[in-house]
Structures are given as C-alpha cells and as structure tokens.
C-alpha cells in the first residue's frame, strides 16, 4: 500500500515561510510528476506547484517568485518552501503524487490526507 503524509502546515504570520513535506512510503518502484495543491473553504482545490522526476517545475501564477517545490527522488520526498506568506495562501494543502508501485506496469495517482496552513495576523 502506498501512502502520502503531508507535514509542516501550521499558523503564520503575513510575510512569514513555511516548509511543506510530503513523505512517500510504500513499495514504491518509481515516483514521476509530484505536486502540491491547496483548497481554500467555499473554493475548488487548486494547482499550486508541480516538479518532475527530473526536476522541472511549474507553478501557478499566485505564488511564483514566493514558493519553491523541491523532491528528493532517494528518500522519496517532497517539499513545499513558502515565503512571503499572504492571508489569501491560507488553506489546505495536499501532495499529490504519481507513482509505480512494485509489481505494476502502471502509474496511479495518490493524494496525501493535507495540512492545514493559516495565515493571519
């Protein structure tokens, strides 16, 4: 069984970071694109930030030049590094993740259980 745990939300100031991680446990034979959306309340999950395998990233439009995705492909990990933090960031963020399990031919998608991120002052 493969499984996503989110960790690292928490209550933050304007201007203050966070830093988001997402473990993936499991056997796991291959991770590909990883990502991490967020849903605010009354609103759709949204795409914030999407990475790889090889590295190449792309990011909404809202939070380029704030966050930065990363992964480490050995530990089977991922992060989410947010700074300048603005109340409009505040909601729940999820990873979400496409991976190869052992023993299939094919990838899935798997969604982690989210974290809860607050900004206010």
């Avoid at 997402?22 to 990502?35: D, H, K, L, P, T």
């Amino acid at each position: 069984q493969v499984q996503l745990v989110e960790s690292g939300g928490g209550l933050v100031q304007p201007g203050g970071s966070l830093r988001l991680s997402c473990a993936a446990s499991g056997v796991i034979v291959r991770i590909n694109a990883m990502g991490w959306y967020r849903q605010a309340p009354g609103k759709q999950r949204e795409l914030v930030a999407t990475i790889t395998n090889g590295g190449s990233t792309n990011y909404a439009d809202s939070v380029k030049g704030r966050f930065t995705i990363s992964r480490d492909n050995a530990k089977n990990m991922g992060y989410l590094q947010m700074n300048s933090l603005k109340p409009e960031d505040t909601a729940v963020y999820y990873c979400n993740a496409d991976i190869r399990r052992y023993g299939s031919t094919q990838s899935w998608s798997y969604w982690g259980q989210g974290t809860q991120v607050t900004v206010s002052s």
